[in-house]
């Protein structure tokens, strides 16, 4: 069984900074990939900013004001948020690719409950 827990979010105003947690937890053998999506509403959910393995992935939108990290020893990433905008405003869900044996069959994506985030004007 495993679980992935985010963490933060909340409330700001534009120019502001917020840090997301997400934790993955359980019967864990390898994690593939981790990371963050968002979802406004009336809109699809999108990539924020992800590791696969050692690369990490940005939406354009994001660039130069998020920032993903991670420490593999708590199976945690984090996700700096500074210079926020309104636009910004979604439910942000934490995503890991995780193995629970290693056999490539138990390999599976679980996301999280999500957390809101809204950036006021």
């Known amino acids: 069984q495993v679980q992935v827990v985010e963490s933060g979010g909340g409330l700001m105003q534009a120019g502001g900074s917020l840090r997301l947690s997400c934790a993955a937890s359980?019967?864990?053998?390898?994690?593939?990939?981790m990371g963050w999506y968002r979802q406004a509403p009336g809109k699809q959910r999108e990539l924020v900013a992800r590791?696969?393995?050692?690369?990490?992935n940005y939406a354009d939108s994001v660039k130069g004001r998020f920032t993903i990290s991670r420490d593999n020893a708590k199976n945690t990433v984090y996700l700096q948020m500074n210079n926020l905008k309104p636009e910004d405003t979604a439910v942000y869900y934490c995503?890991?690719?995780?193995?629970?044996?290693?056999?490539?069959?138990?390999?599976?994506?679980?996301w999280g409950q999500g957390t809101q985030v809204t950036v006021s004007s």
């Open positions: 359980g019967s864990i053998v390898v994690i593939a990939a």
């Open positions: 590791f696969t393995g050692d690369s990490t």
């Open positions: 995503y890991a690719d995780i193995r629970t044996t290693f056999s490539s069959s138990s390999r599976r994506a679980y």
